[in-house]
Nanobody, 124 residues
């Protein structure tokens, strides 16, 4: 059973930065897909970024491209999402997700395991 625990959320002023962490445990195969999703009140869950561990490729939503970086520390079994130049529209609950299948990264239905999420609030 894969377990995911996010941390690093909080309140930040517009223009600031945050680094989210997702500690993963319980997985037994290193060829997988890990992603970050977010959901704001009243909106659908949105894929933010993803990392395919088989080839190291990363993908980003257009809304965060150029100001976010997804990375993985294998030694710590931790996935990170570094975000800069945060905007009011980035306010959401951010969740990390895991899939053993190499599915299209932006589709939440392709992920089997989800963390509880961490709140990010950006204020003016």
């Amino acid at each position: 059973q894969v377990q995911l625990v996010e941390s690093g959320g909080g309140s930040v002023q517009a223009g600031g930065s945050l680094r989210l962490s997702c500690a993963a445990s319980g997985y037994t195969y290193n060829r997988n897909l890990m992603g970050w999703f977010r959901q704001a009140p009243g909106l659908e869950r949105e894929g933010v970024a993803a990392f395919y561990t088989d080839n190291g490729k990363t993908y980003y939503a257009d809304s965060v491209k150029g100001r976010s970086t997804i990375s993985q520390d294998n030694a710590k079994n931790t996935l990170y999402l570094q975000m800069h130049s945060l905007q009011l529209e980035d306010t959401a609950v951010y969740c990390c997700a895991f899939s053993y299948a190499l599915v299209p990264w932006h589709l939440p239905t392709g992920y089997t395991y989800w963390g509880q999420g961490t709140q990010v609030t950006v204020s003016s």
